[in-house]
């Protein structure tokens, strides 16, 4: 139940950040989707670790990851945060889909063993 009350939040941040609304309710919501998205795919990544260091391990990635995209958006002379979220969410989302991809085919090989 806590999962899906934290994808909510994350999506209305999203949403909101999108949609470019005045709600003040958009910079906090936001904030968690920028911070939550990137560590809910790097968490996927890294699952060998005990929680407490892949919870630290995730959520330091996600900062490091937002702020890379910061700079390479400022450096290009191209920030906007719409596009930040947007990347935030391509590059979330591949990283991801990479882990299914490199989970399914591992449970493939497993089982043709």
């Given at each position: 139940?806590?999962?899906?009350?934290?994808?909510?939040?994350?999506?209305?941040?999203?949403?909101l950040?999108?949609l470019?609304s005045?709600?003040?309710?958009?910079?906090?919501?936001?904030?968690?989707?920028?911070?939550?998205?990137?560590?809910?795919?790097?968490?996927?990544?890294?699952?060998g670790?005990?929680?407490?260091?892949r919870?630290?391990?995730?959520?330091?990635?996600?900062?490091?990851?937002?702020?890379?995209?910061?700079?390479?958006m400022?450096?290009?002379?191209?920030?906007?945060?719409r596009?930040?979220?947007?990347?935030?969410?391509?590059?979330?989302?591949?990283?991801?889909?990479?882990?299914?991809?490199?989970?399914?085919?591992?449970?493939?090989?497993?089982?043709?063993e």
């Open positions: 139940m806590l999962a899906g009350a934290a994808t909510a939040v994350a999506a209305t941040g999203a949403l950040a999108l470019d005045t709600s003040p309710l958009r910079g906090p919501c936001t904030l968690f989707f920028l911070l939550a998205a990137p560590a809910g795919a790097l968490a996927a990544a890294l699952r670790l005990d929680p407490f260091g919870t630290l391990a995730a959520l330091a990635g996600a900062v490091v990851l937002d702020m890379l995209i910061a700079q390479g400022l450096a290009v002379h191209r920030w906007s945060v596009g930040g979220v947007i990347a935030v969410t391509t590059l979330s989302l591949l990283l991801l889909v990479s882990v299914l991809v490199k989970e399914k085919a591992s449970s493939r090989k497993r089982t043709q």
